[in-house]
């Protein structure tokens, strides 16, 4: 069974523009979690979804939106990008309907913001 | 302000040797505990998952230990090899959360 995907795997932005990144869940995962990961914090929830339903959200600007498609595929966008956005953007997909199941993650997408 | 990198543990074995990596959680509701591996350039690893109803689980060359009273998990690893080496992650989710709360971190190198 292929793992999550992340396209694309790197990105470069200038401030203020905007970026959308998406993620492919293993065959059969509803829920598809977001984190976002810098050496400064750490890995951080952004947001969860199932069955097209945010779920669960962190404590992030509203710069920070996603969305889910029928086929459980997912997307993230950043608006009016900052520097400080530069981060590796994980995503995760969990194949149970309840919290005490393991979420597997993508190899992330890297962007930096100049 | 200027952002400080988090300062991460580091654990340094010898090929072969057990290693122990330790993770203080906060939560006293968090029922669900999972281990990860993340090397260099890649998404974090699944390694073994416990729940709070255990205090050990074995998996192959890892155990995870549970000490709810501590609030204490560690990861076991035996014979050590050197495609061990990479940060490892403990992380934690409660009751109906659907996020997982992640530690900092402890950086594992094996020299071989």
């Known amino acids: 069974k292929a793992g999550v995907t992340q396209t694309p795997r790197y990105l470069i932005k200038t401030r203020g523009q905007q970026v959308t990144l998406s993620c492919s869940p293993i065959s059969g995962h509803r829920s598809v979690s977001w984190y976002q990961q810098t050496p400064g914090q750490g890995l951080q929830f952004l947001f969860e979804y199932f069955s097209e339903t945010q779920r669960n959200k962190g404590n992030f600007p509203g710069r920070f939106s996603g969305r889910q498609f029928s086929n459980s595929r997912s997307e993230m966008n950043v608006s009016t990008l900052e520097l400080g956005d530069s981060a590796l953007y994980l995503c995760a997909s969990r194949g149970g309907t309840t919290p005490v199941v393991a979420q597997y993650f993508g190899p992330g997408t890297r962007l930096l913001v100049l | 302000g200027e952002s400080v990198g988090l300062h991460l543990p580091t654990l340094s074995v010898q090929e072969g040797d057990n290693s122990i990596i330790n993770c203080a959680y906060s939560?006293?509701?968090?029922?669900?505990f999972i281990w990860y591996k993340q090397e260099s350039g890649k998404g974090p690893q699944f390694i073994i998952d416990i729940r709070s109803n255990m205090d050990k689980r074995q998996g192959q060359r890892v155990t995870v230990l549970l000490n709810k009273t501590v609030k204490h998990l560690s990861l076991q690893i035996a014979a050590t090899q050197p495609g061990d080496s990479a940060v490892y992650f403990c992380a934690e989710s409660g009751g109906s959360n659907y996020k997982l709360t992640f530690g900092k971190g402890t950086l594992l190198t094996v020299n071989p």
């Open positions: 939560n006293s509701a968090s029922d669900y």
